[in-house]
């Protein structure tokens, strides 16, 4: 008996082409996704930010954030008038709730990376500057 494909665990190579800049200063390439294996609860990619970048307000909508820092080091602010924040370094996690307001920068010279996964889907709505 065959398996069926949707059935089957499958590879997903990245390639640069498939980057998404929704927030200035950071590219995310998509991996695990609804277009790459027809996930349906997750989005699961590799993200970067630039050295000495800041991005604009967000959320992520009702998607769950959660990251795994690789490279460099993260600030995540958040709070009233975005004056609170944590900072995460290889191997942290980041967990970033459903509607939290947030601003991730990278104040450093260094090229951040990470594992990022989003459930349900990479939702990001970006609030302006």
Not at 83 to 103: L, M, R, S, Y
Request: net charge negative; aromatic share 10%; with cysteine.
């Amino acid at each position: 008996m065959t398996t069926p494909p949707e059935d089957c665990p499958r590879i997903v190579r990245r390639q640069a082409s498939d980057t998404t800049i929704q927030t200035r200063g950071m590219e995310r390439f998509p991996g695990v996704t609804p277009n790459t294996v027809g996930a349906s609860r997750l989005w699961m990619g590799y993200v970067t930010a630039a050295p000495n970048e800041k991005g604009p307000p967000h959320h992520h909508g009702e998607a769950e954030t959660g990251v795994y820092v690789l490279k460099g080091r993260l600030r995540v602010y958040f709070g009233e008038g975005f004056t609170e924040f944590v900072e995460a370094e290889p191997g942290d996690f980041i967990w970033v709730p459903p509607h939290v307001h947030h601003i991730e920068e990278n104040p450093y010279d260094e090229l951040y990376e990470a594992v990022l996964v989003r459930s349900p889907d990479n939702i990001v709505v970006n609030l302006g500057e």
